[in-house]
């Protein structure tokens, strides 16, 4: 009788629908890597209303920023990593990154277009794109 009831038991686990668990939602993800005073890749691509987590590694032995004020300006930004960032009387206005340091971005892009971010150090000419579709 107890084998009859654990076949019956097993018979009705296999026959009952399995529902998916609901996922997280979708991250998109890109990296930066920062040597020799360049940004590459120099062109990245997020979309509008999509989390984005958005890592940039310095492989130089000398400390670089990232300045991207009008991208980075979102009440539901997260910062991590070991940089260390600078606030303004308007929100974030850079994040100084240590030599072979990384910073990560971790915020929806609330609008499309085309935004430029640099290093702001002394003598550094360094300067790229985030592209939000």
Do not use: W
Request: proline share 7%; charged share 20%; glycine share 8%.
């Amino acid at each position: 009788m107890n084998g009859t009831i654990g076949l019956i038991g097993l018979a009705l686990v296999l026959a009952t629908p399995a529902f998916a668990l609901p996922t997280e939602t979708e991250v998109e993800s890109a990296t930066v890597e920062i040597r020799s005073r360049v940004f590459s890749p120099q062109q990245i691509h997020l979309h509008h209303d999509r989390k984005a987590l958005l890592r940039f590694r310095n492989h130089d032995t000398e400390l670089h920023t990232v300045v991207a004020m009008d991208l980075f300006l979102h009440p539901d930004l997260n910062l991590g990593g070991n940089g260390a960032p600078e606030f303004g009387p308007d929100g974030l206005k850079r994040v100084i990154i240590p030599a072979e340091g990384v910073i990560e971005f971790e915020f929806t892009p609330a609008r499309t277009g085309t935004f430029s971010y640099l290093c702001d150090m002394p003598g550094h000419n360094m300067q790229a794109v985030i592209v939000v579709e």
